[in-house]
């Protein structure tokens, strides 16, 4: 069965704190993996498609990094409007569907 | 582009009632999905389409209908609701697999919050 693990459920950080956020993924074949940022009140809005093992995507202070059974989510020196849920999600070769994961609730603390 | 719209934004129906959440988007997209996400558990499909005339179940289909009559929309009908539908409601589109893998990603629209009471 294909599944989305991520860890932590909350994390808590004070301002320019890095840390990485981890999705652990059990999928029948990986055609992407794709992170997601949520705010409260919206749709989730895109961040990162990740397709093959090795392969790092930035932008600004995250960077996302994919193997062949988990991507992190590096978040550098964060600031407070880096608050947010975020979610990963997998689509597997032989579907159309995506799989989400519970996300991840970062608060950037000033 | 308006890009993926859906109405209402908030609802509160009774229990027994139905009603039809409405999703149309202006990307051109063939495929469309519907995702529920209660508190703490992610986002699960109820139901996706490929093309007009395609529908597929997800995850958690029951109590849930679709059509998809055109390529720009994509309604998902309650009927008989009951409280376990509250929840938050979000349609997203795709553009569809393509045959190099390169950027592909949903966009969602701004959900719909549903009380049942």
């Not at chain 2, 908030?10 to 519907?34: E, P, V």
């Not at chain 2, 994509?74 to 009927?79: A, G, H, T």
């Amino acid at each position: 069965e294909d599944q989305v693990t991520q860890s932590p459920e909350a994390l808590r950080l004070q301002e320019g704190e890095s840390s990485s956020l981890n999705c652990s993924y059990t999928v029948s074949g990986l055609r992407g993996l794709f992170w997601y940022r949520q705010d409260p009140g919206k749709g989730p809005e895109f961040l990162f498609t990740l397709y093959s093992a090795g392969e790092e995507k930035e932008k600004e202070r995250l960077k996302a990094t994919l193997t062949k059974k988990e991507s992190f989510l590096h978040i550098t020196a964060p600031k407070p409007e880096d608050s947010a849920t975020y979610l990963c999600a997998v689509t597997p070769t032989t579907g159309n569907q995506f799989y989400f994961g519970t996300g991840t609730s970062l608060t950037v603390i000033p | 582009n308006a890009g993926v719209t859906q109405t209402p934004k908030f609802r509160i129906l009774k229990i027994g009632q139905s009603m039809t959440l409405q999703c149309a988007q202006d990307m051109n997209h063939n495929y469309m999905y519907w995702y529920r996400q209660d508190p703490g558990m992610g986002l699960k499909l109820i139901y996706y389409s490929v093309g007009a005339g395609i529908t597929d179940k997800g995850e958690v289909p029951n109590g849930y209908n679709v059509s998809r009559s055109t390529t720009e929309d994509f309604p998902l009908r309650l009927e008989l609701a009951a409280p376990s539908q509250t929840s938050v409601y979000f349609c997203a589109t795709h553009r569809g697999l393509q045959p190099r893998a390169t950027n592909e990603k949903l966009f969602f629209g701004s959900g719909t919050q549903l009380s049942v009471l």
